[in-house]
């Protein structure tokens, strides 16, 4: 089930007494990638171009197979002027945005958030590219193994005009509240990355992944 958010702060989780906002390390996410783990994520950038564009909000579903573990997810601060067309399509504006953290100071989280994960994405080789951009305007290295639900969608089910999400939602009849918004993109994206695991089982599912060579960045 999916559960309303707070901005900024993990939900799914126990915290130790005293802990506050997105620091606390999760120990349920030390150690080695199992196949059954994933990050469904998304991002929101001030342009289409990730490799330019500024991540201005983040959201991750963390799935131990097709059960929720927990999200997070946040507005960050871009430090740019958002286009009137980003605005437009998103809905988030500078007034939002006055308060919001930068990427540096929700780096951590979004690591430990996705390590031992594979990341799941729609057009994965967007959000990849605009967080790794990101990574490394912080000296830090952003590199996980990836599913692009575009593209399984493409390889499973064929026969389909379009293979945007909300396209793919009203086809599997999923729930899409408002498209370009992270959390809501990331919700619709693991409710289909749900289906095709249940419809099509996870060996077809893992057969799709990829690595993160150059080769594949936007």
Known sequence: ?????TGGNILGVQRPEGS?????PLAAYEGAMVRS??????????????TEGRVMEVAVVALDGTTERLRWDS???PRVRIPS???????????MLADAPNFVDVVRTLETL????IIVAHNVRFDMTALEHEFARTGLVFDRPTLCTERLARQLVPHLSHYNLGSLCRFFG???RAAHRALSDAE???ALFTRLLNEFGEDRILAGISTWPKALRA
């Open 114 to 117: 996705t390590e031992g994960r």
């Open 1 to 5: 089930m999916l559960a309303t958010r």
């Open 188 to 190: 619709a994206t693991a």
């Open 85 to 95: 067309f980003i605005r437009r399509l998103t809905g988030i504006d500078g007034s």
């Open 37 to 50: 783990r994933f990050a469904v994520l998304d991002v929101e950038t001030t342009c289409g171009d990730p």
């Open 20 to 24: 506050v906002g997105t620091t606390f």
């Open 75 to 77: 507005l960050i601060q």
């Open 174 to 176: 999923i729930e899409f």
